[in-house]
């Protein structure tokens, strides 16, 4: 989940992030322009909610038949087969697309395991614009993070005034979580989707060859060493986190700067890094 208020970048970041996963993309998207997602397949421009909630339908079919194949065959089966959907506004889609609720839950219950990932756009922080109220797990599925004022918003939550002022002095620092965050610079992430957005494959066609990025080279090496489900997930993009952004950098660098540990956290940060590094071998 991806929160932020307008103009904070927050469909740039989506996509950035699709294309570090890897794989195909899908886009609901009711407001966008012709400019917005260029070379990506978009459903319901124009406010279209009926294209949605057939693109819904599909991707709950698609979800699974993924997880028959895996029963059948194992996770070896769905090598390759990524796909990232992303959602912009889906507090909007709660109301106005009918199977979006089933929608969400079965993704953020099985998503990970069909390699179905799920990328959601809000300008809302509040839990019962999700839909979620009351659904506390399905919520816990969800990676949060929080941009511009909403991330300080958050953290005045927390009684975290260290963390407010951190917050303050860059745009690209951010919450992952309740955790200090630091984004590649805007611009960084601009021009990498729009390398990549001229070649990706279209999602859901029936091309066999997936197309492998840089961002996906540099994060499948970790990422396969250790595909049990014994790490937690949080670590684990981390992990992802530290080889995308720390290459050049000193242990100390990674620490604070990409992992957000500093002064008396600095210790417990290290700690983890060289935890890390013994699970993945990097």
């Known amino acids: 989940m991806i929160i932020g208020e307008m103009g904070t970048g927050k469909s740039t970041l989506a996509q950035y992030l699709a294309y570090t996963v890897g794989g195909r993309v899908r886009v609901y998207e009711c407001e966008g322009t012709p400019q917005d997602w260029q070379g990506l397949e978009v459903i ?9 909630e057939l693109g819904m339908s599909a991707d709950l079919e698609d979800l699974s038949n993924q997880l028959k194949i895996r ?3 194992g996770d070896a089966a ?9 959602a912009e506004e889906y507090p909007e889609l709660v109301s106005k697309v009918p199977s979006s609720g089933e929608w969400l839950e079965r993704h953020a219950r099985r998503g990970r395991k069909a390699k179905r990932f799920t990328v959601l756009l809000s300008q809302y922080d509040r839990v019962a614009a999700w839909g979620l109220e009351g659904k506390s797990d399905l919520a816990d599925a969800f990676f949060r993070i929080r941009l511009g004022k909403k991330a300080q918003a958050h953290a005045k939550s927390l009684k975290n005034n260290q963390l407010i002022e951190w917050l303050k002095l860059d745009k690209s620092h951010a919450l992952l979580n309740d955790q200090p965050l630091k984004l590649p610079p805007y611009r960084e992430m601009k021009a990498s989707t729009q390398r990549s957005g001229s070649t990706i494959f279209q999602p859901y066609c029936d091309n066999a060859i997936a197309p492998q990025k840089v961002a996906e080279k540099d994060l499948k090496t970790a990422y396969s060493q250790d595909s049990s489900d014994s790490f937690s997930e949080e670590n684990r993009l ?5 080889q995308r952004f720390g290459a050049g950098k000193s242990d100390s660098s990674i620490v604070t700067e990409v992992m957000g540990f500093t002064g008396q956290r600095y210790g417990d940060g290290k700690d983890l890094l ?6 993945f071998g990097g």
């Open 274 to 279: 060289e935890r890390l590094r013994r699970e």
């Open 44 to 52: 319901g421009k124009g406010e279209n909610w009926t294209a949605i």
């Open 78 to 86: 769905l090598s390759g087969t990524e796909r990232v959907i992303i």
């Open 238 to 242: 981390v992990w992802r986190m530290i």
């Open 71 to 73: 029963n059948e065959k």
